[in-house]
C-alpha cells in the first residue's frame, strides 16, 4: 500500500520503523526528500558545527565530510552531494582547486565556500572556479542555511559583510572572462 502523496510504501515504514536515510516522513507519513551535503575543512570543530546547524533541520543530510580537497573530490565521485561546504584554506588541493576539479567531473554540485577571508580576489577565484556561494566563518551561524537555500536553487550567495559594491565587480568580470 501506498500512502496517497508519498514516494514510498508506508507499510515499509510501519513494518521497520524507519525511512529511508535521504528522507523524512512528517506525522501523517508524507515524505520529503533531503538534501544531501559534503561537509570539506581541515578543522573538525569546523565540521561538527556546520554538521549541528544542518542537524536542526530535515531539509539537509549530511552524506559524508573530509579534511582536504583530494578526499573532497574522491568523496563526491563516490556520494553524490547536492552541496558541499568547503573551507578555502586547506593543506594540500585547497578548496578553490577542489570546487574546480569537482563542478568539472559534476558541473550539477552545488558548493559553498566557507571561509575566514573576505579578499575580493579569492571571492572573483571561487565564482570563477565554479562556487555558487561564498560564506564567511563569522556569518556561518546566522547565514548557512540562507547560502544553502540560496545555492540550491541555482542562485549566487556572498555573505553580507562582504562589500557589495566589490562583489558587483567581481561577478561583472567573472562574466565577462566566461564569455571570452
Same mark, same amino acid.
Given at each position: 500500500m501506498v500512502y496517497p502523496g508519498a514516494d514510498f510504501p508506508l507499510l515499509f515504514v510501519c513494518l521497520y520503523g524507519a525511512a529511508p536515510a535521504n528522507s523524512h516522513y512528517d506525522a501523517l507519513g508524507e515524505s520529503a526528500m533531503s538534501s544531501? !551535503? $559534503?561537509? !570539506? +575543512?581541515?578543522?573538525a570543530f569546523i565540521?561538527? @558545527?556546520?554538521?549541528s546547524i544542518l542537524g536542526s533541520s530535515p531539509e539537509w543530510e549530511l552524506c559524508g565530510e573530509a579534511d582536504n580537497g583530494t578526499d573532497a573530490i574522491r568523496l563526491s565521485d563516490?556520494?553524490?552531494p547536492e552541496v558541499i561546504i568547503m573551507d578555502i584554506s586547506?593543506?594540500? !588541493?585547497? @578548496?578553490?582547486e577542489a570546487t574546480r576539479a569537482i563542478r568539472r567531473n559534476h558541473p550539477e554540485t552545488k558548493v559553498i565556500l566557507?571561509? $575566514?577571508? +573576505?579578499?575580493?580576489?579569492? !571571492?572573483?577565484?571561487?565564482?570563477?572556479?565554479?562556487?555558487? @556561494?561564498?560564506? $564567511?566563518k563569522? +556569518?556561518?551561524?546566522k547565514e548557512l542555511m540562507t547560502a544553502l537555500s540560496e545555492v540550491s536553487q541555482?542562485?549566487?550567495y556572498v555573505s553580507p559583510r562582504i562589500d557589495r559594491q566589490a562583489i558587483s565587480s567581481v561577478f561583472t568580470e567573472t562574466n565577462r572572462d566566461r564569455d571570452t
Open positions: 544531501r !551535503v $559534503l561537509i !570539506v +575543512d581541515d578543522h565540521r561538527r @558545527g556546520v554538521q563516490t556520494l553524490n586547506m593543506p594540500g !588541493v585547497n @578548496g578553490i566557507l571561509t $575566514l577571508h +573576505d579578499n575580493h580576489e579569492l !571571492v572573483k577565484s571561487a565564482f570563477r572556479a565554479g562556487a555558487l @556561494g561564498y560564506l $564567511l563569522g +556569518d556561518a551561524e541555482e542562485r549566487a
